[in-house]
């Protein structure tokens, strides 16, 4: 950080390995992960950059439907799902891609952001729920998955992705409620990155933090600098470990330590870009508030501390750039070769179409046939 910069985190009591600049402090443990590893998660978050530029660019263009940026909370995303098996869940909403990249299944989600079905089955073999839109919708679901999981023994947990705006929704109470109850190995991720499309984080909650919320439901809460991926990928992968931890989960009253606990997890961070790319938000914050955050960009601390560890050079960079340009070069062709199908707009609502809604579809489909798919295109 230079001499005009200030740190928003500095007085804040969140858990971080670098600091502002990429260096790591001088308490904190570094993770002990393979070169290997530290290079895989500066990878992804530079594809996950990538990617979101493009998509941005692309919906300018008419190519893509409205798309959420995410520019700014790669850091979170990525080093948490670093943090997990390959075999746990991931659950979220719809602005933590570098899952979705570091599960690798970008190829298979962006065909979503046009408004294709295909790919749904693949990102569910990726052990990824769909994306949930319906604000706090999916933490029950979520929570759900992780019961059962535990009640089959089967050594999986769920990890959920949501927005400081969710912990408004009844869902999210529910869930945690029934977390804390029931000891399910659920992850609940909270991105508190500063807004809810335009309404700030003081007006959304009376709490001091999000991560306070916990304590009400009889579980951990901890706050991490969700801009520095190595804090993010510690602090989640302690509370898989707990999340893990043995036991069977169907008992309420047990007090066992080898029960699983799920945990609260607040990533401190912020929303670079607009909340979509329908939203402007020059009409409700000033633009200046952007800066110091910019300054914890999670690339920059990351490639930071790569460089001075000697773990990556000039030329290392250069070669995961253009590794990105080209992942996602070739996620947005495979895309575009897609060839929509009118009737999947019928097909993925119902297990069984109402007969209006199935009457519906049949005088469509019937009439692609007689005029052909290119008559119902947008000029
Ligand atoms: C149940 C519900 N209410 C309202 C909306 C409209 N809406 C879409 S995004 C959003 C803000 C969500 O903010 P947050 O959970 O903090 O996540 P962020 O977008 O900041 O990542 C709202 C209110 C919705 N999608 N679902």
Redesign the pocket.
């Known amino acids: 950080m230079d001499e005009h910069g200030t740190d928003p985190l500095a007085d804040e009591d969140v858990v971080r390995v670098l600091d502002a600049d990429g260096r790591p402090l001088p308490d904190a443990t570094v993770p002990d992960l393979s070169d290997d590893r530290f290079r895989a998660i500066y990878r992804d978050l530079v594809v996950t950059r990538r990617f979101d530029e493009r998509a941005v660019s692309l919906q300018r263009q008419g190519r893509i439907g409205t798309y959420?940026p995410c520019a700014g909370q790669e850091g979170s995303a990525v080093g948490s799902t670093h943090a997990l098996a390959d075999r746990d869940l991931i659950s979220y909403?719809y602005?933590e891609h570098g899952a979705i990249v570091v599960r690798d299944l970008l190829t298979e989600y962006l065909p979503y952001w046009m408004g294709h079905e295909v790919g749904t089955e693949a990102i569910a073999a990726g052990n990824v729920f769909p994306l949930n839109?319906?604000?706090?919708?999916h933490i029950p679901h979520a929570v759900g998955a992780s019961w059962a999981f535990d009640y089959r023994d089967e050594d999986r947990i769920v990890a959920c992705h949501?927005?400081?705006?969710?912990t408004s929704?009844g869902d999210f109470h529910e869930a945690m409620n029934f977390a804390g109850v029931f000891d399910t190995p659920t992850l609940f991720c909270c991105?508190a990155?500063g807004?809810?499309?335009s309404i700030p984080e003081s007006d959304q909650t009376a709490s001091e933090t999000f991560a306070q919320k916990a304590d009400a439901y009889g579980f951990d809460g901890v706050r991490v600098d969700g801009m520095d991926p190595l804090a993010s990928y510690a602090v989640t992968r302690e509370a898989a470990k707990r999340a893990r931890a043995g036991g069977d989960g169907t008992d309420a009253t047990a007090s066992d330590d080898a029960h699983p606990r799920p945990a609260l997890i607040e990533f401190v961070e912020y929303?670079f870009g607009a909340?979509t790319t329908a939203d402007d938000p020059t009409v409700y914050r000033d633009e200046e508030e952007v800066d110091p955050w910019r300054a914890l960009d999670p690339i920059d601390r990351m490639e930071t501390f790569l460089r001075e560890t000697g773990r990556i050079d000039d030329e290392g960079v250069a070669a995961v750039r253009e590794e990105a340009d080209e992942v996602v070069a070739d996620a947005i062709d495979a895309a575009e070769s897609v060839e929509a199908d009118p009737a999947d707009m019928f097909d993925h609502a119902y297990a069984e179409l109402p007969p209006e809604v199935r009457r519906q579809r049949d005088a469509l489909l019937a009439a692609v046939d007689e005029h052909g798919e290119d008559a119902f295109l947008r000029e």
């Open positions: 959420a909403q602005r839109i319906g604000i706090g919708a949501f927005g400081g705006g969710a929704e991105h990155n807004w809810a499309i929303r909340h």
